[in-house]
């Protein structure tokens, strides 16, 4: 569905009409250079921003002192006439850049209407083949002319779709290798893919659409067209096996590997059709002719044979707008591998609620015990196998891994010479320590963990690792005694009845339906690198289970200003933009500000929504209609009358509410257990003569056919009638359906936040963070520790980020019920956004909150609420 609330319109049309006018400012000072040849001196006025990004040392760069006059005059008409040059260059390569542009759009507009004119002249064909046929011509003659239209037409097809691809491929070859750039460009970033090709949608349709260059970026498991790589499944097997097969360009097998016998499973080292270095400048081309989302391109690299994953890279440098995911922008490492430069560049942070968090996520990291143990099993046979070819020092870097990977074991309380899924620790319980302390307890402070990672960087030793496994196998450390046990499981199986009997076969790493995994030691690499961190700025969470193999190493970055202020320093500017950003202290204070930002440089814009104040009822529920009072606390919320009480709210609120109710509870486990108690109360079935009822499931692949069938049950209700006038949608705060989805008209008439999400406070990451912010940063006078704030703005996010899925455009109306009486704490109040803040109402009693349900909102024109029925 297509945003209607005007939000990602604004910041298209602001961001581009900026750079327009960026351009073009650009474009007259340049004419206006080239055309006197001299740069104006420094006279107190502002130099232009074309100059600073066109040459790296302007006439105003301070000479040393006592320079002779002539030679500081020389210098700076040198660099005159060098900036001149340049000029002229630039300009030259983007008149070639604009006219190679315009000429791939008249040639897909002529490819198109030969298409459309192919397939109108097969018709004519056709039509006259059956006139004739019609007619009573003769036998002979009908057949010939039969097969004369069947093969006219497809041949016809072929010579002009041949003529005409080779004129555009033939044209786009001979301009290919001219570079074009832009020096000013907007990057756009969400979280999903679905909102990047939202957001594209809407650049399609704005003013702009038909004139700007956009890339839409995205990962190999979206943009791959290679059938045999995207079968592997998994995200880091898939860009393992593109990078394997670009160094298998060349592709041939030398007469030693083919005599090899052949293993497990069959080697790929066929270079990828896709990529060819012509074809995918091809696609570039073809990119930067119209604005295409993710699945037009692929569409478009399928019909050119060329990869769009690295034909929408190629594409970059030319692009006036990038549209790209999260975790591509705000990785360091990502960053630098798509070939992105924010230098001077423009972004634009969209559904911005969970940066921080996704900052977070993005650098943390987490190791089991299995991945550990398995990671030196196959470092250490990957040892044994080429040491001898390997350099000293190449050799000391494998046997520093191979320590640190023992010690990570030990800090568990497991041997690495052991079966992990068969240790059991004496000691259990999680224990968090500084990044120092973790290091002195492993004792392995005396390794430079620097240097160890940049010798991962750049030996890729994870990937050869990987490819060595793939090849010969993997055997972890205590699978050896596998053949020792394999003569007396034989025998046990022998004395089986022959029903039951199953072969003992290893587990192949193929199997149909389980994807295979990666490397461990990919995922090791990670760990090895938080560990670089300051030490204020992270902990180490060490999590000891049952076996070895469930536990686990976690790093947890308290810190993501660190990884933000890269960000904020290369930009020209960045914009922080979001429907539901309240509130907004968690990006002043730990992104903005503890990244570097002065104050006076943020600046907050907030406007309120589009509705007419009629067509929204937020109501802060205390009481249910047996007066019992609304606190759904961890204590509280499982009590048989408190979920009993939410039922009869439910069953009142449903009398009145047309279409659909989506109602969020604070977990799956709160809602399974509330669903229960009402299906054995008879609650449920009460509520089922109103509305249809619906689960949120827990699996992705399930929640468009829940939406679907949600969809329609309303759809049929209000066109059916009778006694069910739509349905109950039970949701889960920070599920499937509290972000991305749009519940908008009739699909959400009323929202009912059942308690207030708080976080687990008793979480070990959640106490650090808090106690790292109490320490951090300042309180106020009179506002809460910095940590308890943290926790109320956590819950508060979810709460907003859920109640905003009902009103999506200028004409809904909506109910917002907050069951809680918590709610009406002017604290919690604060927190709400400003449109929903100003109009909500406190109702003490059911009774009063019912009486305003009754009354709105509701059309001004059709008037659809429902007249009350007393249950």
Same mark, same amino acid.
């Given at each position: 569905?297509?945003?209607?609330?005007?939000?990602?319109?604004?910041?298209?049309?602001?961001?581009?009409?900026? &750079?327009?006018?960026?351009?073009?400012?650009?474009?007259?000072?340049?004419?206006?250079?080239?055309?006197?040849?001299?740069?104006?001196?420094?006279?107190?006025?502002?130099?232009?921003?074309?100059?600073?990004?066109?040459?790296?040392?302007?006439?105003?760069?301070?000479?040393?002192?006592?320079?002779?006059?002539?030679?500081?005059?020389?210098?700076?008409?040198?660099?005159?006439?060098?900036?001149?040059?340049?000029?002229?260059?630039?300009?030259?390569?983007?008149?070639?850049?604009?006219?190679?542009?315009?000429?791939?759009?008249?040639?897909?507009?002529?490819?198109?209407?030969?298409?459309?004119?192919?397939?109108?002249?097969?018709?004519?064909?056709?039509?006259?083949?059956?006139?004739?046929?019609? =007619?009573?011509?003769?036998?002979?003659?009908?057949?010939?002319?039969?097969?004369? *239209?069947?093969?006219?037409?497809?041949?016809?097809?072929?010579?002009?779709?041949?003529?005409?691809?080779?004129?555009?491929?033939?044209?786009?070859?001979?301009?290919?290798?001219?570079?074009?750039?832009?020096?000013?460009?907007?990057?756009?970033?969400?979280?999903?893919?679905?909102?990047?090709?939202?957001?594209?949608?809407?650049?399609?349709?704005?003013?702009?659409?038909?004139?700007?260059?956009?890339?839409?970026?995205?990962?190999?498991?979206?943009?791959?067209?290679?059938?045999?790589?995207?079968?592997?499944?998994?995200?880091?097997?898939?860009?393992?096996?593109?990078?394997?097969?670009?160094?298998?360009?060349?592709?041939?097998?030398?007469?030693?590997?083919?005599?090899?016998?052949?293993?497990?499973?069959?080697?790929? $080292?066929? =270079?990828?059709?896709?990529?060819?270095?012509?074809?995918?400048?091809?696609?570039?081309?073809?990119?930067?002719?119209?604005?295409?989302?993710?699945?037009?391109?692929?569409?478009?690299?399928?019909?050119?044979?060329?990869?769009?994953?690295?034909?929408?890279?190629?594409?970059?440098?030319?692009?006036?707008?990038?549209?790209?995911?999260?975790?591509?922008?705000?990785?360091?490492?990502?960053?630098?591998?798509?070939?992105? $430069?924010?230098?001077?560049?423009?972004?634009?942070?969209?559904?911005?609620?969970?940066?921080?968090?996704?900052?977070?996520?993005?650098?943390?990291?987490?190791?089991?015990?299995?991945?550990?143990?398995?990671?030196?099993?196959?470092?250490?046979?990957?040892?044994?196998?080429? %040491?001898?070819?390997?350099?000293?020092?190449?050799?000391?870097?494998?046997?520093?891994?191979?320590?640190?990977?023992?010690?990570?074991?030990?800090?568990?309380?497991?041997?690495?010479?052991?079966?992990?899924?068969?240790?059991?620790?004496?000691?259990? *319980?999680?224990?968090?320590?500084?990044?120092?302390?973790?290091?002195?307890?492993?004792?392995?402070?005396?390794?430079? !963990?620097?240097?160890?990672?940049?010798?991962?960087?750049?030996?890729?030793?994870?990937?050869?690792?990987?490819?060595?496994?793939?090849?010969?196998?993997?055997?972890?450390?205590?699978?050896?005694?596998?053949?020792?046990?394999?003569?007396?499981?034989?025998?046990?199986?022998? #004395?089986?009845?022959?029903?039951?009997?199953?072969?003992?076969?290893?587990?192949?790493?193929?199997?149909?339906?389980?994807?295979?995994?990666?490397?461990? !030691?990919?995922?090791?690499?990670?760990?090895?690198?938080?560990?670089?961190?300051?030490?204020?700025?992270?902990?180490?969470?060490?999590?000891?289970?049952?076996?070895?193999?469930?536990?686990?190493?976690?790093?947890?970055?308290?810190?993501?200003?660190?990884?933000?202020?890269?960000?904020?320093?290369?930009?020209?500017? /960045? /914009?922080?933009? %979001?429907?539901?950003?309240?509130?907004?202290?968690?990006?002043?204070?730990?992104?903005?500000?503890?990244? *570097?930002?002065?104050?006076? $440089?943020?600046?907050?814009?907030?406007?309120?929504?589009?509705?007419?104040?009629?067509?929204?009822?937020? &109501?802060?529920?205390?009481?249910?209609?047996?007066?019992?009072?609304?606190?759904?606390?961890?204590?509280?919320?499982?009590?048989?009358?408190?979920?009993?009480?939410?039922?009869?709210?439910?069953?009142?609120?449903?009398?009145?509410?047309?279409?659909?109710?989506?109602?969020?509870?604070?977990?799956?486990?709160?809602?399974?257990?509330?669903?229960?108690?009402?299906?054995?109360?008879?609650?449920?079935?009460?509520?089922?003569?109103?509305?249809?009822?619906?689960?949120?499931?827990?699996?992705?692949?399930?929640?468009?056919?829940?939406?679907?069938?949600?969809?329609?049950?309303?759809?049929?209700? %209000?066109?059916?009638?009778?006694?069910?006038?739509?349905?109950?949608?039970?949701?889960?705060?920070?599920?499937?359906?509290?972000?991305?989805?749009?519940?908008?008209?009739?699909?959400?008439?009323?929202?009912?936040?059942?308690?207030?999400?708080?976080?687990?406070?008793?979480?070990?990451?959640?106490?650090?963070?808090?106690?790292?912010?109490?320490?951090?940063?300042? $309180?106020?006078?009179?506002?809460?520790?910095?940590?308890?704030?943290?926790?109320?703005?956590?819950?508060?996010?979810?709460?907003?980020?859920?109640?905003?899925?009902?009103?999506?455009?200028?004409?809904?109306?909506?109910?917002?019920?907050?069951?809680?009486?918590?709610?009406?704490?002017?604290?919690?109040?604060?927190?709400?956004? =400003?449109?929903?803040?100003?109009?909500?109402?406190?109702?003490?009693?059911?009774? !009063?909150?019912?009486?305003?349900?009754?009354?709105?909102?509701?059309?001004?024109?059709?008037? #659809? &609420?429902?007249?009350?029925?007393?249950?």
């Amino acid at each position: 569905s297509l945003l209607f609330t005007g939000k990602s319109l604004s910041l298209i049309c602001g961001a581009l009409s900026w &750079l327009r006018d960026f351009e073009q400012k650009k474009h007259q000072e340049e004419a206006r250079l080239l055309e006197t040849g001299t740069i104006p001196l420094s006279d107190g006025t502002e130099q232009p921003p074309s100059l600073s990004s066109s040459c790296k040392e302007t006439p105003d760069t301070p000479r040393p002192a006592g320079e002779p006059d002539w030679v500081t005059q020389y210098v700076q008409k040198k660099e005159e006439r060098d900036l001149v040059d340049r000029l002229k260059e630039e300009q030259v390569r983007r008149k070639k850049r604009e006219e190679r542009l315009q000429q791939i759009r008249h040639n897909a507009q002529l490819k198109y209407a030969a298409r459309r004119t192919r397939r109108e002249e097969m018709e004519r064909l056709l039509r006259l083949s059956r006139e004739m046929l019609a =007619a009573g011509a003769e036998a002979s003659h009908e057949k010939q002319l039969a097969c004369g *239209g069947e093969r006219a037409g497809p041949r016809r097809v072929m010579r002009a779709t041949e003529r005409e691809g080779a004129n555009v491929w033939r044209w786009c070859r001979f301009f290919f290798e001219i570079p074009c750039f832009s020096s000013e460009q907007i990057y756009y970033c969400s979280r999903t893919h679905s909102q990047l090709a939202q957001f594209v949608r809407e650049v399609q349709r704005s003013p702009f659409g038909k004139d700007t260059r956009l890339v839409s970026l995205g990962s190999r498991q979206n943009l791959c067209i290679n059938e045999d790589v995207k079968t592997l499944g998994s995200a880091q097997l898939i860009n393992d096996r593109c990078m394997e097969m670009q160094r298998s360009k060349h592709g041939k097998k030398s007469k030693a590997e083919e005599e090899k016998p052949k293993r497990r499973r069959p080697e790929h $080292r066929a =270079a990828c059709p896709f990529y060819s270095y012509e074809q995918l400048h091809l696609l570039r081309d073809q990119v930067l002719v119209g604005v295409k989302d993710i699945e037009q391109l692929v569409a478009l690299g399928k019909e050119a044979r060329a990869c769009p994953y690295y034909g929408s890279r190629f594409a970059i440098p030319a692009a006036q707008l990038v549209v790209l995911p999260y975790q591509m922008l705000l990785h360091a490492a990502t960053r630098r591998a798509a070939g992105i $430069r924010l230098q001077g560049q423009v972004v634009l942070i969209d559904e911005a609620h969970n940066l921080v968090d996704t900052i977070t996520g993005i650098h943390s990291a987490e190791v089991s015990g299995a991945q550990l143990c398995q990671a030196h099993s196959q470092l250490l046979q990957y040892m044994e196998r080429y %040491g001898k070819r390997l350099k000293a020092k190449n050799l000391m870097y494998i046997k520093q891994l191979l320590y640190l990977l023992e010690k990570f074991v030990t800090v568990l309380g497991g041997n690495i010479k052991q079966n992990p899924n068969t240790q059991s620790l004496s000691q259990t *319980g999680t224990e968090l320590k500084t990044i120092n302390d973790f290091l002195f307890e492993s004792q392995i402070d005396n390794i430079n !963990l620097f240097k160890v990672r940049r010798y991962c960087e750049r030996s890729m030793i994870s990937r050869k690792l990987f490819g060595f496994t793939e090849r010969y196998g993997t055997v972890l450390a205590a699978s050896r005694e596998q053949p020792r046990l394999a003569g007396f499981q034989h025998f046990l199986q022998s #004395l089986q009845p022959a029903v039951t009997r199953t072969p003992v076969t290893p587990v192949e790493e193929g199997e149909a339906g389980v994807p295979r995994l990666a490397s461990p !030691l990919m995922h090791i690499e990670s760990f090895l690198a938080a560990l670089t961190t300051a030490n204020q700025d992270g902990r180490v969470i060490l999590s000891r289970q049952g076996s070895l193999s469930q536990s686990s190493l976690k790093f947890l970055l308290l810190n993501p200003a660190v990884h933000f202020a890269q960000v904020v320093k290369e930009c020209r500017a /960045v /914009v922080i933009a %979001g429907g539901t950003m309240q509130p907004v202290s968690d990006f002043r204070e730990q992104l903005l500000a503890c990244a *570097g930002v002065e104050a006076e $440089r943020v600046v907050e814009f907030s406007c309120g929504h589009v509705i007419p104040p009629d067509n929204i009822l937020p &109501l802060v529920v205390c009481s249910g209609p047996s007066s019992q009072q609304l606190e759904f606390t961890y204590q509280k919320r499982e009590l048989p009358q408190m979920m009993d009480e939410t039922g009869r709210i439910l069953c009142n609120l449903c009398t009145v509410v047309p279409g659909g109710v989506v109602c969020f509870f604070p977990s799956y486990e709160y809602q399974r257990q509330v669903y229960a108690h009402w299906d054995k109360s008879g609650l449920l079935a009460r509520l089922a003569v109103r509305k249809k009822i619906f689960q949120e499931p827990k699996r992705a692949n399930q929640v468009e056919q829940v939406l679907m069938e949600y969809s329609r049950c309303i759809k049929c209700c %209000g066109q059916a009638g009778g006694t069910v006038t739509g349905a109950l949608l039970l949701s889960v705060v920070g599920g499937k359906m509290s972000e991305g989805i749009n519940f908008s008209d009739n699909l959400g008439r009323c929202v009912v936040m059942v308690g207030m999400p708080y976080p687990n406070i008793k979480s070990p990451e959640l106490q650090e963070k808090m106690a790292y912010l109490d320490q951090t940063l300042p $309180r106020g006078p009179g506002q809460p520790p910095p940590g308890k704030a943290l926790v109320e703005n956590l819950c508060m996010k979810a709460v907003n980020q859920s109640i905003g899925r009902a009103i999506r455009h200028q004409k809904d109306f909506a109910s917002i019920v907050l069951l809680d009486q918590r709610y009406a704490r002017p604290s919690i109040l604060g927190k709400l956004p =400003a449109w929903i803040r100003d109009r909500v109402e406190v109702k003490a009693t059911f009774g !009063l909150a019912f009486a305003a349900m009754r009354k709105g909102p509701r059309d001004p024109q059709a008037r #659809l &609420l429902i007249p009350v029925v007393s249950m």
